[in-house]
T-cell receptor
Framework: EAAVTQSPRNKVAVTGGKVTLSCNQTNNHNNMYWYRQDTGHGLRLIHYSYGAGSTEKGDIPDGYKASRPSQENFSLILELATPSQTSVYFC?????????????FGPGTRLTVL | GQQVQQSPASLVLQEGENAELQCNFSTSLNSMQWFYQRPGGSLVSLFYNPSGTKHSGRLTSTTVIKERRSSLHISSSQTTDSGTYLCALDPGTGSNRLTFGKGTKFSLIP
């Protein structure tokens, strides 16, 4: 069974502060993803990665940076958090390819920026 | 325009009835992935279906590329099936980045 974990599970931050969300996967998947989920917008892709050292912009990358130091770990960084970044953040991992690229999601991180 | 259109937005049925959820897509598809989500919960993958029909217990997923649609059928629905069902289009292209539908909120009346 795919295993994706996230930390912290809940976070309260202040406006202008730095926030780092962490994700770890034990599936040895090449691809990893960060999404946010908001009422009215659904799930949207922020950043993704093809492997260690790689980060790519998704659909809504502004205000976010990502880091992939290893195959297992993928972080999302908010350098200057704003209240509009209050959301639930999900990390996912998946294999590259055509028929077997199913994505598996972590439990989510609920971030509140005051 | 929206690449993945999911319908209905909400569905209320009595326990024991069958449910049909639909996703229509307008771009090229490598596969459609279906998820289940409880309120406040994570996304649980139900199917990764590039084409044809797949079964898992009371759930059936059918993807018809030519007709640009994918469906999820829930037979003999139970109260534990309540929650939100999401479809997500995987275009392939190496990144396999998903584009999600807005979801179907499914509720059961006992």
């Amino acid at each position: 069974e795919a295993a994706v974990t996230q930390s912290p599970r809940n976070k309260v931050a202040v406006t202008g502060g730095k926030v780092t969300l962490s994700c770890n996967q034990t599936n040895n998947h090449n691809n990893m993803y960060w999404y946010r989920q908001d009422t009215g917008h659904g799930l949207r892709l922020i950043h993704y990665s093809y492997g260690a050292g790689s980060t790519e912009k998704g659909d809504i990358p502004d205000g976010y940076k990502a880091s992939r130091p290893s195959q297992e770990n993928f972080s999302l960084i908010l350098e200057l958090a704003t209240p509009s970044q209050t959301s639930v953040y999900f990390c996912a991992s998946g294999d590259v390819g055509g028929a077997d690229a199913e994505q598996f999601f972590g439990p989510g991180t609920r971030l509140t920026v005051l | 325009g929206q690449q993945v259109q999911q319908s209905p937005a909400s569905l209320v049925l009595q326990e024991g009835e069958n449910a049909e959820l639909q996703c229509n897509f307008s771009t090229s598809l490598n596969s459609m992935q279906w998820f289940y989500q409880r309120p406040g919960g994570s996304l649980v993958s139900l199917f990764y279906n590039p084409s044809g029909t797949k079964h898992s217990g009371r759930l059936t997923s059918t993807t018809v590329i030519k007709e640009r649609r994918s469906s999820l059928h829930i037979s003999s629905s139970q109260t534990t099936d309540s929650g939100t069902y999401l479809c997500a289009l995987d275009p392939g292209t190496g990144s396999n980045r998903l584009t999600f539908g807005k979801g179907t909120k499914f509720s059961l009346i006992p």
